[in-house]
């Protein structure tokens, strides 16, 4: 099968190619699929051999960009896992660069960074200019399984509701109480704001104070069917090592959350999803042994990509890395995963609050936690380098196509809400009045005590359920292109801040809007979770706010964990 792609010669520049693919010799036939892949997409190739040495290749590539049009860089393979550059292991990897770490070796990291980000900063700068991933393939059997993930996610004729799901895991800081709050509000943030309230969010929280903890002695179960049930985005935040996640620890047991041995349990029935990890080592691909991030990749119906750190990850330069990537998929909406990354790396690496209230707030809090301001701009710096995506960069982005909405009038409680909306395309019409992500539909049970095992499989999981589950009211309809109309009842007992959501499912593609409503609390006080307590909120004004706005309010303290 003829290539379709553009070999670069030393001395020979060829105009026009838009992505690089060092590939070595012998994968090159199992990565043909994918090659005809972005050609029947309009991507422009070029081969760039990946037996040389570091510095010869990145030179290769910036020879290419001198082209112009330059935007990806594919490393196809795993990283040589030597410290430097072995010639006998060059035949079936791309090697890794290694930087020096400077602030994260205070958090008992190694005093060196494994990162792919060298590879796309052609000035030297340490901000990338172009959007690199790596399929870390250690044999063609295995790029072949990723290839055909990657071209099944984009060719996936399902549209349903995985594709609107984000599904979230937490474990607990453990990094002391100041900066334990930080990253809670981080996760707040991530939760309300840099999120659109379209979306439908889980929380699986690893906290057994929490509402949104299942059963802990089937934690793992929980985390597994949340990665199998589909979703757009699997993202964990916690603590990780190179081949597991981090442990639920309470009282007398430890529980498990995710490693490299449930991978045979992995099977995600619908859309394969992307999976964040903010955490520490889940992306070390230089390791002797595949990371966790290399074994899900390789893995059949598992993620797709992963975008995961390769060292020792600090909570301040994850939390505004995390906000930066959620600006770029779902406010600038990009059209690839590399860019996505791209964007937010370099968001990352400039000063100031480039991504609003939600930067500015991190950073004031993360100066107050070191005590020392002038470290931020480094920590973000290194974040830079830590992070790395363990995928293809030209993964599309399927954005929902936008359906605005309008309601008749100011609703009211024990009423009927009507709604209209336009669809861009024909299909079913799911219809939801929800609650807004930082609050519930209940009040849940006040845990002082760490209960025992027999309790834990009685209410844990039920209470899970509940505070998963926001809806207020729901219904379905058929439609075509054009308007809608939907009559949705109105709980009497709503109150406080909701938002009405809408997801078109198509034969041929999705589309999601929402619009943020604002109840009057009921008279008598509400109980609202506060870090696993409640506290007593009085009663607010009692005329009803109808906003068009595609985002949440600021966070709020009894936000889900």
């Known amino acids: 099968m003829a290539w379709t792609l553009l070999a670069i010669c030393l001395g020979v520049p060829i105009a026009g190619p838009d992505t690089v693919v060092v590939c070595p010799p012998e994968f090159r036939r199992a990565l043909e699929p994918w090659l005809e892949h972005r050609a029947g997409q309009g991507h422009r190739m070029a081969l760039v051999s990946n037996g040389r040495t570091p510095e010869l290749i990145r030179r290769r590539i910036a020879q290419v960009a001198e082209t112009g049009g330059l935007r990806f860089v594919v490393l196809v393979g795993d990283a ?67 290839v055909s993930k990657i071209i099944a996610y984009e060719r996936s004729p399902d549209f349903g509701p995985w594709r609107r799901r984000i599904n979230v895991v937490a474990g607990l800081g453990g990094f002391g109480p100041l900066i334990d709050a930080g990253l809670e509000a981080a996760g707040r943030f991530l939760l309300t704001q840099g ?29 597994l069917a949340r990665l199998n049930e589909g979703c757009r985005f699997w993202v964990y935040l916690g603590h990780g090592y190179h081949l597991a996640l981090d442990e639920v620890r309470v009282p007398g047991a430890r529980y498990a959350i995710l490693s490299v041995d449930d991978l045979d349990r992995v099977a995600c029935r619908h859309g394969m999803p992307i999976a964040l990890f903010f955490a520490c080592y889940t992306g070390a691909f230089d390791a002797r042994q595949d990371c966790l991030a290399e074994r899900l990749l390789a893995t059949p119906a598992a993620p797709v990509a992963v975008i995961a750190a390769s060292r020792v990850a600090m909570p301040y330069g994850m939390a505004v890395l995390g906000s930066e990537l959620m600006a770029a998929c779902f406010d600038r909406r990009t059209e690839t995963l590399g860019e996505a990354l791209l964007e937010a790396k370099q968001q990352l690496a400039r000063p100031g609050a480039a991504n609003g209230l939600g930067r500015a707030a991190l950073d004031a809090v993360a100066a107050l936690i070191s005590g020392d301001a002038s470290q931020l701009a480094a920590e973000r710096a290194e974040h830079v380098l830590l992070f790395n995506l363990i995928g293809d960069p030209l993964l599309r982005l399927a954005h929902p196509k936008p359906v605005p909405l309008e309601l008749d009038g100011a609703p009211k409680p024990g009423s009927v809400l009507e709604v209209s909306g336009w669809s861009p395309l024909a299909g079913r019409v799911t219809v939801e009045l929800v609650v807004r992500r930082d609050r519930l539909t209940f009040t849940p049970p006040v845990r002082g005590e760490y209960p025992g095992p027999l309790d834990q499989q009685e209410s844990f999981q039920q209470v899970y359920r509940m505070a998963n589950d926001r809806r207020l009211a729901a219904c379905e309809l058929t439609t075509g292109v054009g308007r809608f109309t939907a009559r949705l009842p109105v709980p009497e007992e709503v109150g406080g801040p909701c938002h009405l959501r809408v997801y078109v499912q198509g034969a041929d593609g999705c589309a999601a809007g929402s619009v943020a409503i604002q109840w009057a609390e009921k008279p008598g006080p509400k109980r609202a979770m506060v870090g696993g307590r409640h506290e007593d909120r009085g009663p607010s004004a009692p005329t009803p706010r109808v906003s068009a706005r595609h985002r949440p309010g600021p966070p709020r303290s009894d936000g889900p964990r």
């Open 80 to 146: 040589d896992p030597g410290m430097a550059f072995d010639p006998r292991k060059a035949r079936r990897s791309v090697p890794v660069h290694w930087a020096q770490a400077r602030v994260n070796v205070r958090w008992g990291s190694e005093p060196h960074i494994a990162t792919d980000n060298w590879y796309g900063d052609l000035d030297g700068d340490g901000v990338p200019e172009l959007a690199v991933g790596r399929l870390t393939a250690d044999s063609a059997e295995e790029l072949a399984v990723m």
């Open 195 to 223: 999120i659109p309230a379209e979306y439908q969010v889980s929380m699986t929280y690893a906290n057994w104070r929490s509402p949104y903890c299942p059963n802990l002695r089937t934690f793992a179960q929980t985390v």
